[in-house]
């Protein structure tokens, strides 16, 4: 009998301890996409790169995964690419998250993943990245995972807590900072942008990163989105925040929750946007990070 349930408590925690499958089978972006992002993307960088750069893109999904991925992974090569910024490749998984892998990285952007979970050794290989003066960058659903990592969570800036603008709602973006250097390539101005819009709930605070862009209430039609989904809506502060920087121990961490779809890496504003923001994670573009 006791060999019986010996068998049978080794075999619940093998199972238990099984990783989740990696969900995000999508196969290359579309070629018609890929034209779009070409003729959308910048000639030039906003720094030039002290040594040659490389990122780790991550779009691995244990959850709902994003239509836009894969046009998403090569737009964020080409941006390198075209520009000579930064060279990048691409995983999915979740054991390159050692110490000695990412020694290879300057910076680790996380594209639309979701619901991962890292192991006590993942996360303290990118807690260690990251605080040794390397970057982070996320893109849209980067912030639908670790749940379960504080640290992690705070490290990104905040954790999705629903969208009441969905994919087909056109909503106005405030530029908290008009001056901003990341925030350049908008010329100063508010802009409508047709994407779905993330709500955030803790660690999401103005007191754990500088929010350079967020949604913008006084918009009527934004206004009418938010009116008509009042169940969805739990914050009561009325903070949307879309774009932020932050400093993590020595490194620096960029995020931007555009992106849910596609023809949002096809937008000339938001790939000169996001380079800036890369280049900053990256420690080539000093630009103010300081929570005000």
């Known amino acids: ?93 979740m054991a390159a998250f050692t110490p000695e892998n990412l020694k290879r990285f300057d910076a680790i952007l996380f594209l639309s993943t979701t619901m991962l979970d890292p192991t006590p050794g993942q996360r303290s290989a990118l807690l260690g990245f990251v605080r040794s003066g390397k970057g982070i960058i996320g893109i849209h659903a980067a912030s639908d995972s670790f749940y379960q990592w504080e640290e992690g969570a705070k490290m990104m800036g905040g954790l999705f807590c629903q969208h009441p603008w969905t994919a087909n709602c056109t909503v106005r973006v405030k530029l908290d900072e008009p001056d901003h250097p990341v925030n350049a390539c908008f010329h100063g101005h ?14 999401y605070s103005r007191q754990n ?35 932020w920087l932050r400093r993590e121990g020595k490194g620096r961490v960029f995020y931007c929750s555009l992106g849910h779809n596609s023809h949002i890496f096809w937008d000339a504003r938001i790939l000169q946007h996001y380079l800036a923001g890369i280049q900053y994670a990256l420690g080539d573009y000093s630009v103010p990070d300081q929570i005000k």
């Open 209 to 243: 990163q500088r929010v350079i862009t967020s949604l913008d209430l006084s918009d009527p039609d934004t206004q009418t989105v938010k009116n008509g989904n009042p169940k969805a809506i739990n914050r009561t502060d009325g903070d949307f925040g879309i774009t």
């Open 1 to 93: 009998m006791k060999k019986s349930i010996t068998i049978l408590v080794t075999l619940a925690l093998a199972t238990a301890c099984v990783a989740k499958p990696n969900k995000n089978q999508l196969g290359p972006a579309k070629e018609v996409d890929l034209k779009k992002v070409k003729a959308a993307l910048p000639d030039t960088a906003p720094a030039k790169p002290t040594k040659p750069r490389k990122i780790l893109v991550v779009s691995r999904c244990e959850g709902f995964v994003h239509k836009s991925i894969p046009i998403g992974v090569k737009t964020i090569e080409l941006l390198g690419l075209k520009t000579g910024a930064y060279s990048m490749e691409e995983t999915q998984e």
């Open 190 to 203: 508010a802009f409508n942008i047709t994407d779905e819009i993330y709500q955030f709930k803790d660690p």
